[in-house]
């Protein structure tokens, strides 16, 4: 390999090396629920007309009614106040159903990537991006 080679592989490493930070701005998202419906349904798929409904935070009743002929139940959460902490009861002639809205087994899957982590990961794709481009300079100069 010559002079002139040798200078442009260190020339192309402190390039690679020496890139800064790259910022944009990132979009999010959030959502605010103004009513919460419930379907009641036997087993069958009929509707649970009727049936008793209560609404449970922090294990004391929150809200309660009854469902209507299509088996709905409609209720406004207070604002600030999170359905994933609520747990809903249906009961009917000898029927019961409990729903609980849990996130604790997403977590895992829901987390972002360590800042740490990412760089690292940037590293390390940029150093075999190098050591890709030194041995195709190296075996060209065979």
Same mark, same amino acid.
């Given at each position: 390999m010559n002079q002139c080679e040798k200078l442009l592989v260190v020339l192309a490493l402190?390039?690679?090396l020496s890139a800064g930070t790259s910022t944009a701005h990132r979009m999010l998202?959030?959502?605010?629920?103004?009513?919460?419906?419930?379907?009641?349904?036997? $087993? $069958?798929g009929t509707p649970a007309q009727g049936a008793e409904i209560e609404?449970?935070? $922090?294990?004391?009743?929150?809200?309660?009614?009854?469902? $209507?002929?299509?088996?709905?139940?409609i209720f406004e959460p207070?604002?600030?106040d999170k359905i994933?902490?609520?747990?809903?009861?249906?009961s009917s002639v000898g029927h019961r159903a409990e729903l609980s809205l849990s996130q604790e087994g997403d977590d895992a899957?829901?987390?972002?990537?360590?800042?740490?982590m990412k760089a690292a990961a940037g590293l390390g794709y940029l150093l075999g991006i190098a050591g890709i481009s030194m041995l195709y300079v190296s075996r060209k100069g065979r």
């Open positions: 402190a390039l690679l998202i959030g959502y605010q629920i103004k009513e919460v419906q419930l379907n009641t349904i036997y $087993d $069958d609404v449970y935070k $922090d294990g004391e009743l929150y809200a309660e009614g009854v469902a $209507d002929s299509k088996g709905t139940f207070k604002r600030g994933e902490d609520m747990t809903f009861v249906s899957t829901s987390e972002e990537i360590p800042l740490p």
